[in-house]
């Protein structure tokens, strides 16, 4: 009930009375009453006059299950939350829960990550108020080959929503790192469980700096957060976390009509700050120099060099600017 008051106060125009509370949730006023005082003890200020009602002020830094579904406005993401003060990952919860049958959209988050996974095995512990760690699970009917194009799918709804909710513009390094004034603030790992022509599910992991205040030396010239990148100002992380999840539904049931990034690649071209810049593709065989011109339909990045074009798979190399980290 009290997902629901939330999203009543967030929705109304001026106050809500507590009769109207009562008639819509079949309740006595008595329930009502303490469903508004935990809210008040969560540190939601909510303002109650009498023959008004009440009226909800400002909503607390909070990452709870209430509070992110009481913000989503999606048909089948994230409508099953669960939230956890600290966790070791939320990949290996998600995966945990695809496996005892909980639905396509389920979505795990942690306010902080003990051991926390990213590329190639690295992990990391992530400190509680200062970031969003999340992971949706989906079990999309796709062929096994196309799923590392979701990666891509995601970065591109991150970056829509870190730009939507705080005004700073979000870019895409290919493929899937997010950066805000040529900064690594996002990444991304997915995973997949799957036969050999069938997905069994796949879990998509996103690691956003929000309030992170410092970052070690060695990483400080191309890490950071988006409060500092937007001065010091504080964000609602529940409200990125509820775009995010909006945008990745709605580009993710594109993908799906194709199997492929065709009706997405114009938009992920505009957000990619690779493009048409010098890049080296670090090919275990051979790196390479050349201009990044944008991506395939595939999710590949097209790569021009002075001799021909190459396409470079996601996953298989890594691509760093010649003259800085984008």
Same mark, same amino acid.
């Given at each position: 009930?009290?997902? %629901?008051?939330?999203?009543?106060?967030?929705?109304?125009?001026?106050?809500?009375?507590?009769?109207?509370?009562?008639? =819509?949730?079949?309740?006595?006023?008595?329930?009502?009453?303490?469903?508004?005082?935990?809210?008040?003890?969560?540190?939601?200020?909510?303002?109650?006059?009498?023959?008004?009602?009440?009226?909800?002020?400002?909503?607390? /830094?909070?990452? *709870?299950?209430? %509070?992110?579904?009481?913000?989503?406005?999606? #048909?089948?993401?994230?409508?099953?939350?669960?939230?956890?003060?600290?966790?070791? &990952?939320?990949?290996?919860?998600?995966?945990?829960?695809?496996?005892?049958?909980?639905?396509?959209?389920?979505?795990?988050?942690? $306010?902080?990550? %003990?051991?926390?996974?990213?590329? =190639?095995?690295?992990?990391?512990?992530?400190? &509680?108020?200062?970031?969003?760690?999340? *992971?949706?699970?989906?079990?999309?009917?796709? !062929?096994?080959?196309?799923?590392? +194009?979701?990666?891509?799918?995601?970065?591109?709804?991150?970056?829509?929503?870190? *730009?939507?909710?705080?005004?700073?513009?979000?870019?895409?390094?290919?493929?899937? $790192?997010?950066?805000?004034?040529?900064?690594?603030?996002?990444?991304?790992?997915?995973?997949?469980?799957?036969?050999?022509?069938?997905?069994?599910?796949?879990?998509?992991?996103?690691?956003?700096?929000?309030?992170?205040?410092?970052?070690?030396?060695?990483?400080?010239?191309?890490?950071?957060?988006?409060?500092?990148?937007?001065?010091?100002? =504080?964000?609602?992380?529940?409200?990125?976390?509820?775009?995010? +999840?909006?945008?990745?539904?709605?580009?993710? $049931? *594109?993908?799906?009509?194709?199997? /492929?990034?065709?009706?997405?690649?114009?938009?992920? #071209?505009?957000?990619?700050?690779?493009? !048409?810049? &010098?890049?080296?593709?670090?090919?275990?065989? %051979?790196?390479?120099?050349?201009?990044? +011109?944008?991506?395939?339909?595939?999710?590949?990045?097209?790569? /021009?060099?002075?001799?021909?074009?190459?396409?470079?798979?996601?996953?298989?190399?890594?691509?760093?600017?010649?003259?800085?980290?984008?």
């Amino acid at each position: 009930m009290k997902e %629901e008051i939330l999203r009543l106060l967030r929705s109304a125009d001026g106050y809500i009375s507590g009769q109207e509370l009562c008639n =819509r949730f079949r309740v006595s006023r008595t329930a009502v009453w303490k469903a508004i005082n935990q809210l008040k003890e969560a540190g939601y200020e909510i303002e109650a006059q009498q023959n008004k009602g009440y009226r909800l002020m400002a909503a607390p /830094d909070l990452m *709870t299950e209430a %509070e992110i579904k009481s913000l989503m406005h999606t #048909d089948w993401v994230a409508k099953e939350v669960l939230y956890f003060d600290t966790i070791d &990952s939320t990949n290996i919860k998600a995966q945990e829960l695809a496996e005892k049958g909980y639905p396509s959209g389920t979505l795990v988050v942690a $306010d902080k990550q %003990e051991s926390g996974k990213g590329r =190639r095995g690295r992990s990391w512990v992530s400190p &509680s108020g200062t970031g969003i760690f999340m *992971t949706l699970m989906i079990k999309p009917d796709i !062929n096994p080959n196309n799923a590392s +194009m979701l990666t891509l799918v995601a970065a591109l709804a991150v970056a829509k929503a870190i *730009t939507s909710v705080t005004g700073e513009e979000a870019l895409i390094k290919w493929p899937n $790192d997010i950066v805000v004034n040529g900064k690594k603030v996002c990444g991304i790992l997915t995973e997949m469980n799957a036969q050999f022509d069938y997905i069994n599910h796949i879990v998509v992991g996103i690691g956003i700096n929000v309030h992170n205040e410092s970052f070690p030396e060695e990483i400080s010239q191309m890490a950071s957060s988006l409060m500092i990148e937007a001065g010091g100002k =504080r964000f609602h992380r529940a409200q990125i976390i509820a775009e995010t +999840m909006s945008y990745f539904e709605q580009y993710y $049931d *594109t993908f799906l009509k194709t199997q /492929d990034l065709s009706a997405l690649v114009r938009e992920y #071209d505009e957000l990619l700050v690779n493009r !048409n810049k &010098s890049v080296r593709v670090l090919d275990p065989k %051979e790196p390479f120099d050349g201009k990044a +011109m944008g991506i395939t339909p595939k999710g590949e990045l097209i790569v /021009d060099t002075w001799e021909s074009r190459k396409l470079v798979s996601s996953g298989e190399v890594s691509v760093r600017g010649i003259y800085g980290y984008v």
